[in-house]
């Protein structure tokens, strides 16, 4: 009698379904909360002021403040209303709160910690790719690489073709949540001018000639020079679009 296989499908959580009203006010008012308009420590406006300031009714608020809630902005404390919470409490990896800090004035610090988290996880991710890649992601990876050669004339087309360079050696890590991690976190700092920068022809040169190290290296087979390759391409590619650090006030 054989063994009956094990069922991989995935089972989903049901995900509550928020009114489009509090959609938009949970958006406004998370931007609100990590651009400091309220600062941790402060008290939203009562539930009737931003009834009126928004225009919704109470349950719309409620909703709104719950999901502020899930996402460790605030809390509700007895005799103070709705809290702003600090910073570490906040789920800086949701896409909201994302977005809304690489609005912030001093978002070239999160973006150099992106760097960082992405150093650490795609050297990694390249060196478990040059192991694993199949016949397929080779062949996808190499055509990949192709079509960056003909891109690099324009831009936002190869800025576009890098990212899925690099989702293709994701992929073929099989790390799960490595690539989730990066993907979450870049998917919002690509909309960051400050993150993406304006890169020259000759920018796109070097950053191709490092893609076509990395490609070498996983495609080779060769872990040790995949990841000292990735490396070496994301620090240095930041390196060169990096904005100047304001000067102190």
């Avoid at 509550?16 to 008012?29: G, I, K, Y």
């Avoid at 004339?153 to 490595?178: N, V, W």
């Amino acid at each position: 009698m054989s063994k009956p296989s094990a069922d991989t499908t995935a089972v989903s959580r049901p995900q509550r379904r928020r009114p489009p009203l509090a959609v938009a006010v949970v958006q406004s008012l998370t931007t609100a909360i990590v651009l400091g308009e309220y600062p941790p420590g402060s008290a939203l406006p009562s539930a009737g002021e931003l009834c009126d300031r928004y225009e919704v009714s109470r349950t719309v608020i409620r909703e709104a403040t719950t999901t502020l809630a899930e996402k460790g902005l605030v809390a509700t404390r007895q005799g103070w209303g709705t809290v702003v919470l600090d910073q570490e409490q906040w789920s800086l990896l949701d896409p909201l709160v994302l977005d809304a800090l690489f609005q912030r004035k001093d978002r070239l610090v999160f973006l150099d910690n992106l760097i960082e988290i992405r150093t650490t996880l795609e050297c990694a991710m390249a060196a478990r790719a040059a192991k694993r890649i199949d016949d397929g992601q080779a062949a996808a990876l190499a055509a990949k690489l192709e079509e960056l050669a003909e891109l690099r004339d324009d831009a936002t087309a190869y800025s576009r073709a890098d990212i899925e360079f690099h989702e293709i050696i994701h992929r073929a890590s099989q790390d799960a949540f490595g690539r989730a991690i990066v993907a979450g976190i870049q998917g919002k700092a690509v909309r960051s001018p400050q993150y993406s920068g304006d890169p020259s022809r000759e920018h796109i040169d070097a950053t191709h000639q490092a893609h076509e190290r990395i490609a070498a290296a996983v495609l080779g087979g060769d872990a040790d020079a995949a990841a000292d390759a990735m490396r070496e391409h994301i620090t240095s590619a930041w390196a060169r679009r990096r904005p100047v650090d304001p000067p102190e006030a």
